[in-house]
């Protein structure tokens, strides 16, 4: 499977974006999917994961309280809402799809998204 991710983009500090990873195929519907993200300088981390059929999430703590993901079978794509936004979320987003027995932090990772950019301006 093929993904790729669209809605990054510039905006002020305090405000929202909603992330989507569309895959390519409908086998995305038996893929748990997750998001990281890389800060310039800092090394890629885990933001928040979740199971094929949206029963399991998991976010990191820097995570919990202002994204929220999501996925829509039907449209085999994978969402992170982001909310209240800083300028330390300023990064390129990933997407992920993880492959069989998983560690949401470690992967296996079957395929990734080619990232998509959230500058926050302050």
């Known amino acids: 499977v093929q993904l790729q991710a669209s809605g990054g983009g510039t905006v002020q500090a305090g405000g929202s974006l909603r992330l989507s990873c569309t895959a390519s195929?409908?086998?995305?519907?038996?893929?748990?999917m997750g998001w990281f993200r890389q800060s310039p300088g800092k090394e890629r981390e885990f933001l928040a994961a979740?199971?094929?059929?949206?029963?399991?999430?998991y976010y990191a703590e820097r995570a919990k309280g202002r994204f929220t993901i999501s996925r829509n079978n039907a449209a085999i794509t994978v969402y992170l809402q982001a909310d209240r936004l800083i300028p330390e979320d300023t990064a390129i987003y990933y997407c992920?799809?993880?492959?069989?027995?998983?560690?949401?932090?470690?992967?296996?990772?079957?395929?990734w998204g080619q990232g998509t950019l959230v500058t926050v301006s302050s």
């Open positions: 992920v799809a993880y492959s069989g027995n998983y560690n949401y932090k470690t992967g296996p990772f079957h395929a």
């Open positions: 195929e409908r086998t995305f519907n038996t893929f748990a």
């Open positions: 979740l199971g094929w059929s949206s029963g399991s999430r």
